[in-house]
């Protein structure tokens, strides 16, 4: 494929599709991460009612998955912190040998952050929500910063969102957050319309690298690619290095037809150090997820090169 | 697939392209019924200059269909009443012994319903228009309920009309209309954004079933699906249930890609006493014509089953 | 004042204000006919909670108006046929010797016209709506024609519709109504956006006489205007001519300040056949109710001088 | 007036305009508190450039104001946060002895609340931004509750927000902030299409009392009201009662005509226990600021018996 | 007025309303020139059928006008360039001893320059129109620029165009036009949604001066004021300097108060040598014409002072 | 096909994509010549940073194509002409011996007609833009007619542009264009949203044959199609001939999915006289160039046959 670039899609795209669940209408950008030598993860499950409800998942390999037919149900000893029947785009991360899941919690007054723990990815509690919606996408940092937790997210408003921009806020329990910070906006091209975090932020020796969404409206509405950031390590609202070239576009298809044409939207990492590779899951056209896979220092590379100026 | 439901689509869908039509762009949201001993329809050929007329179409078996090249005309005492250049989505039933066509017989001021009856598909009379526009569905009830004729139809817009309610009116002459009742509204999910009558309701001993389209506003613009009701014998505006799961949603490559993408829209259906069984005609991505079957016991069975509750 | 026509504006303008009813915000877009001798009225009192009601009203003079301070309060033998919390913009109008109102009687699908009798505006019996939803604005002719009841109306949609068209439709019992016929639409100047029917009809040897609202829609909203029109008595559908030229335009200070600024709207006309005029009920600025007078042969010459070529 | 409800317009209003400050475009939606015997306020003033800035004030009876022509200048220790170019809509409150103050604080991702603290009205200092971008009214409770600072706010977008709830939020520190909870939202009629917080709430023994305004949407644009609530005491984001009644609707010349017509904007309330009365200080068609008075107790008893049930 | 800034109103103001003009409206930006020792000018007449025509009319002292009750006819011998019936926003300039009249001559097309010449107001001589549409404002300047014509102008959509900028194009014949280039554009503040050139500039020894239109969009829509620059006289897309601070803001209420509410539309300017002031005609809430004057050095020396820096 | 009408589309198609430029996301929209016995273009890369840039190509057969990885770089001795970063839809024409190339060269103000000449294919001069922005699409006649260079091009708006016209101006020089005429419109249909031209118009013994697009408005965005039209000889902007069915309509799988689904945009023509063909090259859903080819008299017949009446 001629725009592929620094990422390779994996021959047996798309990994999971609707068949993996039943009464499933598409599953599409979920979470994933390494567990007990095997994998988790937490998938996007919309039925054929169109609620969205999050459903855990399990996978020797990362590519064959059983997820269970059932919604995970939180446990929660505050009822005004509920989570809701339009649950999706979930994030994993581990930050002090606890998994926590951020997800998009929608409220009646609209989308909103929300915020779980786990420890054995069967009993997730949640905890606050962090921000005050509307607030689409939000992934924590896997360690914390200056002594204070980290995280990045994208405010919105209650329809198709025409804006997006990625910020960075910081809190000393998980539950009061402020310090906000602007990271980045969009940019003229294919992040032009929208930009917000991808998978948790991963620990290199050259920043944090975030893989983001980018958002472009055609004449016939949005486009979503993929896009990578370095920043800085102690002060991650400060941008080293972003992409002026996508790292993935919507072109196979499984990722140009499906309930929301022409969508990759990444949403999981997991890193390889025996191998120095990272494979990135994204959901595809809202309707499936694949993956794609690179070397670590070619990412990084390609990142630096292909700079904005 | 993961997502059929009751429903089985057939394999020799799409059964009717525009290779059946010379100069027809597309054929799709046609209406069907069983006629001595063999099928008579009225097909949607929008053609290539893109008006949408209406052509009749004779089948031995419903699937395989010789279409009329030219267009359907009318006939009228009154000059008032026309037949318009963009006519299209048109529903059959029988009623007293006659045919009734209803369709969207677009006006300047809007689009509005259409109404004429046949004796033999070859000489159609042209009534009076039921409603004021702006109207979009309508279908007509087999026979009269409480000594009136009733019809169900969606009132509508000029344009791309981001709303929809079904409603239900009856007339002593088929000419004044009245008692109009509320039916049934959007729900959220894959119908939040607008509802509307598909076929003539088949009358059961659970009540009239209304197989109906639902419509989902996504970023990329809405996607059409399938659901189904039972109504009141005696007073149809009153709903005994109604899906909360879709009964089909566009899945395959036909129904997904096409003048207009992701679109299954219901609008005929034939039943067979003989062997219980139920099919549906829909249109396809405002393309093609498909049918898909079911047993009428599941069908029922299904829509009490996955309810709204 | 350079911008009045054949219309002259009452000095004591305006003649009912907020101040007519306690917890009235504002009356305006009333109607008034002669009765016994006097006056009475059906007036929109929208209440300082922003609800919309109708309370009927009293004068000696059609000047000096007693309105009680209760809502109007409908009796109807049929719990589907509701009277909304959101009535506004009543006509009157003496048929058969009974009087019937017309309003818009917002339901949750949109507004609706609403349909009443009553013979001493103390009881009135709602009847049927007379159409479906959204439908803005209708009236009553005073009499049959061609032995069937007739009214003109404007269909609409659920904001703050862009469009409007007078439609006349008939009916045999007041129940069904049929025979939809458009009369005329907007014409580029005032009437450039909508246009809507005003008071009901008056039958004068040259065709019924209407006076309409037309609006016009500038970079800050849109401005009422009143125009009118003659008819044909026996086909009401056939325009026999209209203005070119508006009859009255949003000049005076309660005219242009007020809830909604810039607005006339015409909603009820009375006849003096003792002295040849008529005098026009107006809504002013969505907040007051002022009149205009006009002597009746000199405004059907201006009407047809100043005609749409 | 007949509108006026139990607050009594002040008979010298309007009370600041333009002409108080030298290059003021307009004065309006500003802040005041009882200081040192006296009065201090934090204005919002226009300039002719149409930047907003925020400037002090000082008066020893609350109706005569001396305003800085110079616009206040906040100190900071951090220089990630900023005071921007265009702040407006500043509140005032006394806790623990200090006054703090926030104010929308434009940032170019949106609107933004700034909070700053002053013991002298001569020098502010300026401390992290509670919430993330968009946000545009917060107001901080006189006390902590339950130990924790308290602030009500109305989450926004980037444009001209066709939606508004009153959300509640707490922190431990006055920089984190977090359980935020949604308190109130639209309400058919005048605060159908937003609500937000207008002044500091009040403690009373029923409750917290909350001045806030709604919105109307008309087809001209959006009108401006007053309306107020009962918080309750420990758990705010508990509404005890709400009116269903305005207290305030634009009604005066200068409410009605200006930069934005038909505007009441409440912003700041002072309590004379000594006399019983509140004073209610308003923003007008965003260009002066007036007043108006009320005896509390018949406040609250208005607020309970005009609630929305 | 405290938001009077180097201009002062005339105390006769407005100088020109409907009252002049039997069938007018309204009469609004209008040009004016001195001629003869006395003074003519093209007026924007609005007729009571909202259609927009070009009257002429003289003074002999600029305030007191005679307005010619029939419109304007152009000769011209091509009939492919035709004067609108929506001819509007007329601005003159003498340019080697003739007067050429610039306007918006709105096609099917959109809104778009008409061109035209006279030598002595009786007989105008219709010209190729400049530029395609839709284009909405354009002054010629009074002299060839470097061998050639020159004119500033603003391209616009076909609605109540949110955007608008000042350009500057040239040509040997004032038939063929090119060398387009951009002088300025919106900048935030009073001139953030659009700007768009007023009366065709002045040579002074500092530049030629411009006074230009500003718009901002509230959330009630658009208001207009007036503002200035300074452009190199020998390039003059070349701006030396430009206002921050608005001249002219609507203040009064025949500028608040109108057809279109909150507009002053600067249309023409008259300077006089022999007082060294300059005087600017302006349309006022799209209704009347009113004036304004300033010393010509202080004007200068208020926009140097006063400008973005 | 049965929606083929007197083109065959090539079996090779597509000929063009992504695949033929490294960092090209997709080339389509482009600008073939026959040259020196073989064939030169101009192509639009859109790169993967999505911005688009202008490439040469040249093609022994006009199938197999050798793409410069290189942007085509123009020399220009007026800094104040530039050719952006986002330059697309290039067209070529032969005229006097030189190529010139017409494109839509974007500037901040909007989309903008670029113009250059080359006599070589390496060496690109930029002349004057010959239009104002906002404008799309422009081609250059192959002669002077009338003594003057000839243009047609549509004018637009900064965004998605609902609207769109043929226009046809003149110049005397390259430089300075005038004499602006309207040539064509929408017709309702396939074309009823927007047209604009194609290719360069072929000079045939019946008239300027050209091909344009034309584009329809579902509810799911913008269709694209090609039509034909023949255009008076002498008076070019007088249509002696249009179509009303199309020529092409997106239909293989390669139109029909792609960046922008369902586009065919003819950009291209090159006339064999040898075989008495055409081909036709047009950009496939923003994604890939194709070809179709007809007999050019067969083409003339179709278009005179199935014109708008």
Redesign the interface.
């Known amino acids: 494929?001629?725009?592929e670039?620094v990422f390779k899609r994996l021959d047996c795209n798309p990994i999971v599709?609707?068949?993996?669940?039943?009464?499933?209408?598409?599953i599409h950008n979920s979470a994933v991460v390494r567990w007990n030598g095997a994998y988790a993860g937490v998938f996007r499950v919309d039925?054929?009612?169109?609620?969205y409800r999050l459903h855990t998942g399990f996978s020797r390999d990362g590519l064959d998955w059983e997820i269970d037919p059932e919604p995970l149900r939180m446990t929660s000893s505050d009822p005004?912190v509920y989570v809701s029947d339009h649950s999706y785009d979930p994030r994993l991360v581990l930050l002090e040998g606890t998994h926590y899941l951020t997800w998009c919690n929608s409220?009646?007054?609209?989308p909103q952050i929300g915020l779980a723990r786990t420890d054995d990815f069967r009993t997730f509690v949640q905890m606050?929500?962090?921000?005050?919606?509307?607030?689409r996408n939000a992934v924590l940092f896997p360690r914390t910063i200056n002594g204070a937790y980290a995280m990045l997210?994208r405010?919105s408003?209650?329809g198709?969102t025409p804006?997006g921009?990625v910020?960075y806020?910081?809190?000393?329990?998980l539950?009061?957050?402020?310090?906000?910070?602007?990271v980045f906006?969009p940019y003229?091209?294919?992040q032009?319309t929208k930009v917000g975090p991808g998978p948790s932020p991963l620990e290199t020796p050259e920043g944090w690298l975030l893989i983001y969404h980018g958002v472009?409206g055609?004449?016939?509405?949005?486009?979503y690619y993929a896009g990578g950031a370095l920043l800085d390590l102690e002060e991650p609202w400060k941008v080293i290095c972003r992409t002026?070239?996508?790292l993935l576009?919507p072109t196979m298809?499984y990722e140009?037809?499906?309930?929301?044409?022409?969508v990759v939207f990444p949403s999981a990492m997991v890193h390889y150090p025996e191998t120095g590779r990272v494979r990135v899951y994204y959901g595809c056209a809202?309707t499936c997820v694949s993956a794609a896979e690179a070397d670590l220092d070619e990412l990084i590379a390609f990142i630096k090169q292909?700079r904005i100026q």
């Not at 039925?47 to 609620?51: F, S, T, Y």
């Not at 606050?128 to 607030?135: R, V």
């Open positions: 494929m001629a725009n670039t599709t609707a068949a993996n669940v039943p009464r499933a209408n598409s039925e054929i009612d169109m609620c005004a409220a009646p007054q609209g606050e929500n962090p921000f005050q919606p509307p607030n997210h405010p408003d209650r198709h804006f921009d910020f806020s910081s809190s000393p329990d539950i009061h957050w402020g310090k906000h910070r602007h906006g003229p091209g294919w032009g472009w055609s004449c016939n509405g949005f486009l002026r070239d996508y576009a298809p140009r037809v499906g309930d929301v044409p022409n809202d292909h």
